[in-house]
T-cell receptor
């Protein structure tokens, strides 16, 4: 059974800092991994999707990497801004299975 | 292009009642899945529908059911509501089953009193 964990559970940084969020999964036979952000009371917004054959994906200030062999993914946010404050969730999908979500990392970027 | 639309946004129900939630996927998306989000359990998968057929089901009691219509719109029903059913219910769609990227709606906040 796939299990997904995220460290840290919460993070507070000053504006402008570069930061890394971590996602770990127990079953490395994944089909893909997707990073989302969620603002309070809202749905999830897709940030980056990494297929199992890929090592990383980039979008603007965001870069996500995937290391299947170690069961880890990282989301790198460059030059953080107050608008980046949200909860970040990673979700993993194995072949023929549904997505399994991590508990999220609550990020606060202080002006 | 309109995103995933969920109605209603908020619901307050009493224990023992039943409730129906609605989800309209992004145009052209044929797969719809439902998730329950609570502070204690996080995001948990309920079920997924593709072409009006349930393709996958999570570990929830039979009180939770769903269906998908020929236009890909989906409904989720919860019968005999319990206090623990209070949660944010999220719907997500994908273009076709093989397209992996999930797109979420803003959810329906259900409160059971």
């Amino acid at each position: 059974k796939q299990e997904v964990t995220q460290i840290p559970a919460a993070l507070s940084v000053p504006e402008g800092e570069n930061l890394v969020l971590n996602c770990s999964f127990t079953d490395s036979a994944i089909y893909n991994l997707q990073w989302f952000r969620q603002d309070p009371g809202k749905g999830l917004t897709s940030l980056l999707l990494i297929q199992s054959s890929q090592r990383e994906q980039t979008s603007g200030r965001l870069n996500a990497s995937l290391d299947k062999s170690s069961g880890r993914s990282t989301l790198y946010i460059a030059a953080s801004q107050p608008g980046d404050s949200a909860t970040y969730l990673c979700a993993v999908r194995n072949y023929g299975q549904n997505f399994v979500f991590g508990p999220g990392t609550r990020l606060s970027v202080l002006p | 292009k309109a995103g995933v639309t969920q109605t209603p946004r908020y619901l307050i129900k009493t224990r023992g009642q039943q409730v129906t939630l609605s989800c309209s996927p992004i145009s052209g998306h044929r797969s719809v899945s439902w998730y329950q989000q609570t502070p204690g359990q996080g995001l948990q998968f309920l079920f997924e529908y593709f072409s009006e057929t349930q393709r996958n089901k999570g570990n929830f009691p039979g009180r939770f059911s769903g269906r998908q219509f020929s236009n890909s719109r989906s409904e989720m029903n919860v019968s005999t509501l319990e206090l623990g059913d209070s949660a944010l219910y999220l719907c997500a769609s994908r273009k076709i089953e093989q397209t992996p990227e999930l797109h979420f709606g803003n959810g329906t906040r259900l409160t059971v009193t």
